[in-house]
C-alpha cells in the first residue's frame, strides 16, 4: 500500500512539472502550447539514451533539459510572430512528428519496442527507495515551484502578463513580445524535458506510444481545471486528475463488462467533456480569479 | 507509371484534404478559430456513411445519409457549445473543439470498438484512359467529391446566404449592421461544414479503412492546406489540398511512407515562415 501511495505521489509530481510548464506558458504569457508531449518525449529519450550509454542521471537530466529547450527554439521563431492559433497548431504537429520519428528511427530509439532497463532515479528496491524517490520528485518539483514563482514576479513576469492581457501595449512600450515568447517557450519546454527525463527514469522504460497527444491534452485539463494563470492551480488541478486517472482504473476492477479498451474510450471522453464544460461554465477554473472571466 | 499511380493517389487524398481544408477555413474565417474538431467529424462522417453502406449497398444513400447525419452533428455542436462560446478568444473556442474531438472519438470507439472496418465494394475492371489506369470506384469518388465542391463554391458565391458568410467573413461588425443575423449565417455554415467533412470521412473510409483515430490524422495535413491555401480563401484550401495530397505521395519513394504526415508539417512550417499569408490570403488575417 505504501508503494503504490509512493507510486501515485511519483507520477503527479512529473505530471504537476508538465502543468507548471503549461502555467508558464499558457497561463502567464498565453502561449497555446498543444505539443508538450512533443518537449516531454525529447526529455524523456535524451536523458534514458545517455544514462544507457553510462552517463550519470544528474547530468543526463540536466541534458534533457538543454534538447528539450533548444528544440523548442525553431518552433517558437516560425510561428510566435503570428497568430496565437497558428503557434497551436505548429506545436500540435511538432509533438506527432516527434513521435513519428521515435517509431521509425530505430537505430536511435529503437522504434516501437523502446527503451528499456533505463538506470532508475535512485538505485535500491522496497518501500524505502520509493520513499526516496519520491523526495528526489518533491525536491525537482518544489524547486520548479520556486523558480515559476520568482519569474512571475520579476520585471520578466510583468512583461510576460502584459505581452497576454495586451500584445500591442507591449509594443508601443518597445518591447518585442516574440523575443519574450520565445524565451517563455524554452523555459517552458525545458521543464517538459526534465518532467519527461524523470518519467523515463522512473519507469524505466519508454515507448512512442507513452507519448500520444492525449498526454498534452491531460496537462490542459489539469491546468483548466486548477485554474488558469496559477502555481496553485496546476497542482491541485493535476491531484484532481491523477485521482480520476487511478479511480477509472478501480471502476474498470469494478465493472469488469467494461474492457480496458472501452476504458481507454471513456477515459478519452471524460477529458473532451472536461474541456467542453469548464471552457463554458468555469474558465477560470477550482483556483482562479472569481472576479473576472 | 508508378509516379503516375502515385499521382493519382495523391490527387485522391488531396481532394479529401481539400475538402477537410475547405470546412477549416470556413470555420476559421466566419466563426474566427481553428476547429480541432474537424477531424473527428470526418470520422464520424465515416462511420455514418459506412452505416448506410451496409443497409443499402448504394453509394448515392450512402453518402446522402453520411451528409446529412454529420450536418446534424456539426449544428448540434454549434447550438450546444460554440454559441455558448461566442465573443470569448479564439483559444476557448479552440479548446472546446478539441473536447468536442475527443467525446466524438470517445463515442465511437465504445459504440463500434477501436478495430479497422472496411466498405466491403466490389472490385471492378479498371478503366483503361490515356494508358492509365483509373478503377471507376475511384473515378465515381473523385467525381462526387468535384460536385460536392461545386455544390459548396455554389451556396458561398451565388446564394444569399453565402454572400451573408462572406460579409461576416470580411466584418462581423459591418455585417451585424447592415443586418445580417449573425445567428442564421453561423447555423448555415455548421451545416456546410458538417457536410464537407462528412463527404471527406467517406471518401477517406472508401479509399483506406474506418477507425476512430483516421480523422485525426487527417488534421494536421488539413491544417496545414488551409494556411497554405490562405486562410479564408476557399478557393486556396481546395487547391493547397490537391498540392499537399500529390506531394504527399510523391514523397514516400524518398523518404517512406511513416514519414508521409511530416511533408505537411514542414510545407506548414515553410509556408509560416516564408509567407504566412498563404497563397490567397490576406496578410493582415494573420497577425
Not at chain 1, 520578466?156 to 502578463?161: M, N, S
Request: net charge positive.
Amino acid at each position: 500500500m505504501d508503494a503504490y501511495l509512493a507510486a501515485i505521489v511519483s507520477v503527479t509530481l512529473i505530471h504537476v512539472l508538465l502543468a507548471l510548464g503549461l502555467t508558464l506558458q499558457y497561463g502567464f504569457t498565453g502561449l497555446i502550447n498543444f505539443g508538450m508531449v512533443g518537449f516531454f518525449a525529447i526529455g524523456a529519450y535524451t536523458s534514458a539514451l545517455l544514462a544507457l550509454h553510462g552517463v550519470p542521471v544528474v547530468l543526463s537530466v540536466t541534458a534533457a533539459a538543454v534538447v528539450a529547450g533548444v528544440s523548442a527554439w525553431p518552433i517558437g521563431l516560425a510561428s510566435l510572430r503570428l497568430r496565437d492559433d497558428y503557434f497551436a497548431i505548429v506545436t500540435l504537429g511538432f509533438a506527432e512528428i516527434v513521435r513519428l520519428a521515435l517509431t521509425s528511427e530505430k537505430w536511435l530509439t529503437n522504434g516501437v519496442q523502446g527503451l528499456s532497463r533505463i538506470p532508475p532515479i535512485y538505485e535500491g528496491t522496497g518501500t524505502a527507495a520509493a520513499f526516496i524517490i519520491v523526495a528526489i520528485l518533491l525536491a525537482v518539483t518544489a524547486a520548479a515551484i520556486f523558480l515559476i514563482h520568482r519569474v512571475a514576479y520579476s520585471p520578466f513576469g510583468r512583461i510576460i502578463a502584459a505581452i497576454r492581457d495586451n500584445e500591442e501595449a507591449v509594443q508601443a512600450i518597445g518591447k518585442d513580445p516574440a523575443r519574450f515568447k520565445i524565451q517563455v517557450l524554452i523555459v517552458g519546454s525545458a521543464l517538459a524535458g526534465v518532467a519527461g527525463a524523470l518519467s523515463a527514469h522512473y519507469v524505466t522504460y519508454i515507448v512512442p506510444e507513452q507519448f500520444m497527444a492525449l498526454t498534452t491534452f491531460y496537462v490542459w485539463v489539469a491546468v483548466i481545471m486548477g485554474g488558469v494563470g496559477r502555481v496553485s492551480g496546476a497542482v491541485v488541478g493535476t491531484a484532481i486528475l491523477m485521482f480520476f486517472l487511478e479511480g477509472s482504473r478501480f471502476l474498470g476492477d469494478f465493472l469488469p463488462w467494461i474492457s480496458s479498451v472501452h476504458m481507454a474510450s471513456i477515459r478519452i471522453g471524460v477529458v473532451g467533456l472536461a474541456l467542453v464544460l469548464f471552457t463554458i461554465y468555469r474558465p477560470q477554473g477550482l483556483m482562479g480569479d472569481f472576479t473576472k472571466r | 507509371m508508378t509516379y503516375l499511380a502515385l499521382v493519382q493517389n495523391g490527387i485522391a487524398q488531396g481532394l479529401i484534404i481539400g475538402l477537410a481544408a475547405l470546412s477549416m477555413t470556413l470555420v476559421f474565417a466566419i466563426a474566427r478559430f481553428p476547429n480541432a474538431a474537424a477531424g473527428d467529424m470526418l470520422t464520424f462522417g465515416g462511420y455514418a456513411g459506412l452505416f448506410a453502406f451496409n443497409a443499402t449497398g448504394s453509394l448515392l444513400a450512402t453518402g446522402l445519409f453520411a451528409i446529412i447525419a454529420t450536418a446534424l452533428l456539426s449544428l448540434a455542436m454549434y447550438y450546444a457549445v460554440f454559441r455558448r462560446l461566442a465573443g470569448r478568444s479564439s483559444v476557448s473556442l479552440l479548446v472546446a473543439s478539441i473536447g468536442i474531438g475527443f467525446m466524438i472519438r470517445a463515442v465511437l470507439g465504445v459504440s463500434f470498438g477501436h478495430g479497422q472496418l472496411v466498405f466491403e465494394i466490389e472490385l471492378t475492371r479498371p478503366y483503361i484512359i490515356g494508358g492509365i489506369r483509373v478503377s471507376p470506384l475511384d473515378l465515381k469518388l473523385a467525381l462526387s467529391a468535384l460536385a460536392t465542391l461545386a455544390a459548396a463554391f455554389g451556396i458561398l458565391y451565388m446564394s444569399s446566404i453565402g454572400r451573408q458568410m462572406r460579409a461576416v467573413a470580411d466584418n462581423s461588425d459591418l455585417a451585424r449592421v447592415s443586418g445580417i443575423r449573425s445567428e442564421r449565417v453561423m447555423a448555415a455554415l455548421w451545416l456546410l461544414v458538417g457536410a464537407l467533412t462528412a463527404v471527406a470521412g467517406v471518401m477517406l473510409g472508401m479509399a483506406t479503412i474506418v477507425a476512430p483515430e483516421v480523422g485525426w490524422e487527417i488534421l494536421l495535413p488539413a491544417f496545414a492546406a488551409a494556411i497554405f491555401g490562405g486562410i479564408g480563401s476557399p478557393i486556396g484550401a481546395v487547391a493547397a489540398g490537391l498540392i499537399l495530397g500529390v506531394t504527399q505521395e510523391l514523397s514516400t519513394p524518398f523518404v517512406g511512407f511513416t514519414y508521409k504526415i511530416a511533408v505537411s508539417f514542414v510545407v506548414l512550417c515553410t509556408v509560416l515562415v516564408m509567407r504566412p499569408r498563404g497563397l490567397f490570403g490576406k496578410a493582415e488575417a494573420v497577425r
